[in-house]
């Protein structure tokens, strides 16, 4: 039987939401611009919700765009349109970062590129990678074992909670 342990219901989330959006204009307060890009789905959709913070307390320019790649096999990476990203500041986005695969992937498509810095947001980290990322943007960090997986409930534009489940 699953056992289901909620970690953030949707007001904590709203609030790590908001924390994160400030965290990443404090740390881009100079730029002229930069790309938030999602990882499909989930990271898009906690992408869309950065931007709508940033669009009201950053001066700057939010692109948004959004990243596609198989998370079991995550060879072929697509984004939702091309840019020159040489000289560019992208924050990637998504939902968990449990091994740091997905994550890092996802960046494979901007390191054909010179971007003037790359840097990683999630909402929950799980501490325990196997693969060499550190995210900059945390919503909430969590120790778990390998067995327990941390979900988010996604319904349509709405984040209502993320548990923990083994």
Do not use: C
């Amino acid at each position: 039987m699953e056992n289901k342990n909620v970690i953030l219901t949707q007001e904590a989330i709203e609030k790590k939401i908001e924390r994160i959006a400030y965290e990443i204009y404090e740390h881009n307060y100079d730029e002229p611009s930069i790309i938030l890009a999602g990882i499909w789905d989930r990271g898009s959709i906690l992408t869309q919700k950065i931007a709508a913070h940033l669009q009201r307390i950053a001066p700057f320019k939010v692109e948004v765009m959004e990243i596609k790649l198989d998370k079991q096999k995550p060879a072929e990476v697509e984004l939702s349109h091309q840019l020159d990203f040489t000289g560019k500041v992208i924050v990637v986005i998504d939902d968990v970062a449990n091994s740091g695969r997905t994550m890092l992937y996802a960046l494979k498509p901007f390191l054909q590129f010179l971007p003037k810095k790359i840097q990683t947001a999630v909402l929950v980290d799980r501490r325990h990678k196997s693969f060499p990322l550190s995210v900059d943007f945390v919503g909430y960090s969590l120790a778990t074992t390998l067995q327990d997986m941390v979900m988010v409930d996604v319904s349509g534009e709405k984040i209502s909670s993320a548990y923990l489940t083994n």
